[in-house]
């Protein structure tokens, strides 16, 4: 690959390093980062909470000290955050970071904080809180079936594409449609915002067993590492939104008696496949990222180094 200098004429370049869970993201992102001489932003929205380092597979110390990142951490599980704000504060460290750098990385599992930070999301209103507490005593007391019933009758054409295995999507659904009176799907316009930079996205994959062997081997290192005190020391907090997430969901239930430690470690790989098989469903839809193996830098280089990313303009 060859260092773009800051006396070119390029325009600034948005470069998306996606993929699923255990993947390989992180490894690969910095060994392009170093290369460009650029920092990364994050785009993992477990990893903004401080509190919640071993079970969200944070960059190492060593890693973070090897390229400047940004947005690991910078939370706490107490404050509120959604996808909107981070679309703003990603902006706004990219207009920061543009004027030092013609490339800038963005990494991450999450699909739409990438795409709300790409071509934006939306601006759709916020319900009050009563609303929201009460939306997540009926997926309590009822589960998926009670809220997916609710969301059939408000907006049956979201009902038909919506991940019903993600309850947080369907709260948000059933959440605008009852504080607007309107349907979900008629305010979702879909509409790209313009961005005052390029974006090409490339997408990592591996073969379902060994993805599936490196899920198995990451989730024992966390173990050994301290997840589980990491998580008693979270007990206290466990209704808080951020974590209800895998790894910290099944050890709560550990805790709470309901499985052994052994069931939820088996759980926590398991559920963390299932993550992954919906994050490369989600990212598949995207028609812009160019798929590569995790493993092939050389073929990553050369796509770089011919300078495709300069074609993804239009």
Same mark, same amino acid.
């Given at each position: ?16 390093? $996606?993929?699923? $869970? ?293």
């Amino acid at each position: 690959m060859t260092v773009i200098p800051m006396t070119t004429d390029v325009p600034h370049q948005l470069i998306v390093i $996606t993929g699923p $869970t255990a993947v390989g993201k992180t490894s690969l992102t910095i060994q392009i980062a170093r290369h460009f001489f650029t920092e990364i932003i994050s785009a993992d929205s477990r990893q903004f909470y401080k509190e919640m380092r071993i079970g969200t597979a944070r960059p190492s110390k060593t890693e973070m000290k090897a390229v400047p990142h940004h947005f690991i951490g910078h939370l706490s599980i107490h404050d509120p955050y959604n996808v909107s704000r981070f679309e703003n504060d990603a902006l706004s460290k990219l207009e920061d970071l543009f004027s030092k750098h013609h490339i800038v990385l963005l990494t991450g599992g999450a699909g739409l904080y990438i795409n709300a930070v790409c071509s934006g999301i939306d601006e759709l209103p916020d319900p009050d809180d009563s609303l929201r507490e009460g939306l997540k005593e009926l997926y309590l007391k009822g589960g998926i079936a009670a809220l997916l019933d609710r969301l059939k009758d408000l907006d049956p054409d979201y009902y038909r594409t919506v991940d019903r295995a993600n309850p947080k999507r369907l709260m948000r659904a059933l959440e605008v449609c009852i504080t607007t009176g309107q349907t979900y799907t008629s305010l979702r316009k879909n509409k790209p915002k313009p961005r005052d930079f390029r974006v090409i996205k490339i997408g990592l994959f591996r073969d379902k067993e060994d993805l599936a062997k490196r899920i198995s081997d990451r989730t024992d290192a966390m173990m050994a590492e301290g997840l589980l005190d990491e998580v008693k020391s979270l007990y206290p907090f466990r209704h808080l939104n951020a974590l209800n997430t895998v790894g910290y969901k099944e050890l709560f239930q550990c805790i709470d008696k309901e499985i052994t430690l052994s069931q939820a470690v088996e759980k926590i790989k398991t559920n963390t496949r299932r993550y992954a098989k919906r994050q490369m469903t989600w990212f598949r839809k995207d028609e812009d990222i160019r798929w590569f193996h995790a493993d092939d830098v050389e073929g990553i280089s050369r796509m770089l180094d011919a300078g495709c990313w300069m074609l993804d303009a239009g």
